[in-house]
């Protein structure tokens, strides 16, 4: 069973703050570990992709990602109002269906002025 | 370039009729996903389109749903005698390569009256 689980929150942080999403996953072969934003309304919108253990930075995000304990997590620095949004993990599995993409259901963060 | 785009943004239809939701990928992407996300849930599969091969159909939810893609590019779902719960927004996504890095169009709102 390929699954991909996130905490739903909300999570709650004053602005300035850094707000820390975590996912694990159930396949530890798994490659390819993509953060999505989702505003209330709007589709999904790529942020992040890592695809090695470790850190990487983008701006105030930073993607971490540890195979060995299966879970990948986003941090937020400098939370912003504008962050305000829900957060989805995706890991693309080894095989079969679904293009081998699994979304988790998302943790929703809201940044508070 | 251009990102995915989806037509119709919104529609509005009446119990029993059909309805035809239309994607164009990214060019040169070579997979397309159908998505639907019902208020306040999460990604729910549909289907599944890469290159020339068969397409997955394993997340479409019945046989009133079914969907083609023409010349390895556009695609469209249709949704046949429509119920009141076919009613959330349809999303599309496009991508290339192994990692399966997938962008989404800006999805159509479908209500079902």
């Known amino acids: 069973q390929k699954e991909v689980e996130q905490n739903s929150g909300p999570l709650s942080v004053p602005e300035g703050a850094i707000a820390s999403l975590n996912c694990t996953y159930s396949?530890?072969?798994?490659?390819?570990f993509f953060w999505y934003r989702q505003y209330s309304g709007k589709s999904p919108e790529l942020i992040m992709s890592?695809?090695?253990?470790g850190d990487k930075e983008d701006g105030r995000f930073t993607a971490q990602l540890n195979k060995a304990s299966q879970y990948v997590s986003l941090l937020i620095r400098d939370s912003q109002p504008s962050d305000s949004a829900t957060y989805l993990c995706?890991?693309?599995?080894?095989?079969?269906?679904?293009?081998?993409?699994?979304f988790g259901k998302g943790t929703k963060l809201s940044v508070k002025p | 370039g251009a990102g995915v785009s989806q037509s119709p943004s919104n529609k509005v239809t009446e119990k029993g009729k059909d309805v035809e939701l239309r994607c164009d990928p990214i060019?040169?992407?070579?997979?397309l996903y159908w998505y639907r996300q019902s208020l306040g849930q999460g990604l729910e599969f549909l289907i599944y389109?890469?290159?020339?091969?068969?397409?997955?159909k394993s997340g479409l939810p019945s046989d009133r749903f079914s969907a083609e893609r023409t010349g390895g590019s556009v695609s469209t779902l249709t949704i046949q005698r429509t119920q009141q719960e076919d009613s959330a927004v349809y999303l599309c996504?496009?991508?290339?390569?192994?990692?399966?890095?997938?962008?989404f169009g800006p999805g159509t709102r479908l209500t079902v009256l």
């Open positions: 996504a496009s991508s290339f390569g192994h990692h399966n890095e997938q962008f």
């Open positions: 396949d530890r072969g798994s490659q390819s």
């Open positions: 890592i695809y090695s253990n």
């Open positions: 995706a890991v693309n599995f080894r095989g079969g269906s679904q293009g081998n993409l699994i």
């Open positions: 060019s040169g992407h070579t997979a």
């Open positions: 389109f890469q290159g020339n091969s068969a397409p997955d």
